[in-house]
């Protein structure tokens, strides 16, 4: 699995996108799983952090796999959801 992306640069409304219709800026993120942080004093880290992943299903956006209180946490989620870019590029 490649590096995981942590607070990459996504297209505008990315996270309101229609699946079924995506621009090609949002299509390169079907598939890849990346990781959101967000500040938080309540947690050591000073931040939380979201998983994501962005389907080529029906929806809006991508999806969320969880939050975790530390980065590590989120890394270790990330890669067992994984990185099925790989996988459809051959289809």
Same mark, same amino acid.
């Given at each position: 699995?490649?590096?995981?992306?942590?607070?990459? $640069?996504?297209?505008?409304?990315?996270? /309101?996108?229609?699946? $079924? %219709?995506?621009?090609?800026? $949002? @299509?390169?993120?079907?598939?890849?799983?990346?990781?959101? %942080?967000?500040?938080?004093? /309540?947690?050591? %880290?000073?931040?939380?952090?979201?998983?994501? @992943?962005?389907?080529?299903?029906?929806?809006?956006?991508?999806?969320?796999?969880?939050?975790?209180?530390?980065? /590590?946490?989120? @890394? /270790?989620?990330?890669?067992?959801?994984?990185?099925?870019?790989?996988?459809? $590029?051959?289809?």
């Amino acid at each position: 699995m490649t590096d995981i992306p942590l607070n990459p $640069e996504l297209p505008p409304h990315f996270f /309101e996108c229609d699946n $079924e %219709s995506l621009t090609p800026q $949002e @299509r390169v993120w079907v598939g890849r799983v990346f990781i959101r %942080s967000t500040p938080t004093p /309540e947690t050591s %880290s000073g931040a939380v952090y979201a998983v994501y @992943r962005l389907a080529a299903s029906t929806g809006f956006g991508p999806t969320r796999h969880g939050v975790f209180r530390e980065l /590590e946490q989120a @890394r /270790e989620k990330a890669r067992a959801v994984g990185d099925t870019k790989p996988m459809m $590029e051959f289809f």
